[in-house]
């Protein structure tokens, strides 16, 4: 199929596609079927699928349902801000870049259930991407002052009654359970009057009332964007692109691999040698306990499998593909041996900018692209997938999905292979499409029926 079927408009549901679906699924079962297909394992092997194949690209399918942003957010503030505050707050966040945005967004609820001022958050990033870039080096300060406001007070500056001073630290990131957050840090933050605190890790956003839900969504998905030279930057890659193009978020890395326990066969001797050296004590599961694992969908796909799964999905192999990637990805043969035109960052940025790039700065620029690219597929459904799909809803964009490692494992531990197995992810994957499955949205988006 042309790559001009990015373009195809999604239509509403009509009474037709009841009618429609069980021929569609009976002409492609017989279209597929007279189509010669490898029985190799895929573990082993990148797979072309038959040229022949003449299934419907996946975005051409009519949703059933879709994500939009509710409507009690997104007008204005829900309860006007109290005439008198309870202190001050500054929220730490920690991790990757998407992680400390996450967390971000949950100190701003936070702030706002304990009635207190937010003070700009601090970003801790060195131990993670061994640099000093803040708050500030990515996001517009001002934007997102302003964009908050009615929602939760933001001040840049402390009073100098305490601008000398180090906030008194309460750390919530380990906190399990019905974790209370007025019980918890409220007296601290009376007492103390300037508190620092990492959110829960387990936190139930349900429990807010709807003005700190408001502030949450308001401050994750309205008032967060790129300060102006990173979104110059941006728009300088994103218009280098070859247009259309899909953003396809890909986790291959050594660490990934090493965390996840998972072993893979036929992988080259350095990825292999890389993964090792990533285990330090997480040693893979064996025997039955690595099978129930895998099925689980705990184990990350490989640009192999990745290549198969998106021509099941009919994604024309003449696509131009915008890696979304972090450094280090292995095995990216298994993707190029079938998708020829993948590009990265780097295949458009100067080699001496592009080395000297903060890791931050380089997950910035792949959530811009990914927000606005034609369409979005991700191996994993991490912290970066979470806010690039919300954000794609939030934009009436919803040529998203997320591809399924559980079903890929499931099938594939029946012995399906080949035709078959793209055959069944195919449905698997369709069905997901069309009823909106896998996005997982936050409290701040709600499902309508189409």
Known sequence: MASNSWHHHIRPLSGTL??????????????????????????????????????????????????????????????????RSNGYVRIDCYGGLNQMRRDLCDGVGIARLLNATLVLPKFEVAAYWNESSGFGDIFDVDYFIQQTMGFVEVVKEL??????????????????????????????????????????????????????????????????????????????????????????????????VAYSQC????????????????????????????????NRGKCPLTPAETAFILQSLSIPTNTNIYLAAGDGLMEIEGLTGSYTKVFSKSSFLDSEDFVNMHGNTKAALDYYISINSDGYIATYFGNMDKMVSAMRVLNGMHKTLFLSRRAFANYSEKGLQGEKLADALWREHFDDFVTGRGFALPECFCEFKL
């Not at 001073?165 to 019905?178: M, Y």
């Not at 007296?187 to 349900?206: C, E, F, G």
């Not at 110059?232 to 291959?252: C, D, G």
């Open 159 to 256: 009073p100098n009654d305490l601008a000398s001073k180090e906030p008194f630290k309460v750390d919530c990131s380990k906190r399990k359970g019905n974790f209370d957050y007025v019980e918890a840090v409220l007296p601290a933050l009376k007492k103390h009057h300037y508190i620092s605190i990492t959110p829960a890790m387990s936190q139930r956003r349900d429990r807010y009332p709807l003005y700190a839900k408001a502030a949450l969504c308001q401050s994750c998905y309205r008032a967060l964007r790129l300060n102006k030279a990173l979104e110059a930057k941006a728009k300088e890659l994103f218009n280098a692109i070859p247009k259309p193009f899909l953003s396809l978020h890909l986790r291959f890395e050594p660490d990934m």
């Open 18 to 83: 009841f009618l429609a679906f069980p021929l569609l699924l009976i002409a492609f079962f017989f279209a597929a079927r007279s189509s010669p297909f490898s029985a190799l394992s895929l573990s082993r092997n990148p797979l072309s699928l038959p040229t022949s194949r003449r299934g419907s690209v996946i975005w051409s399918a009519n949703r059933l349902f879709e994500w939009r942003p509710c409507g009690w957010w997104t007008a204005k503030a829900i309860t006007a801000l109290p005439a």
């Open 263 to 294: 072993e893979y066969s036929g992988l080259s001797p350095s990825s292999l040698a890389a993964i090792d050296s990533a285990r330090g004590d997480r040693k893979p599961w064996t025997g039955d306990a690595a099978i129930a694992w895998r």
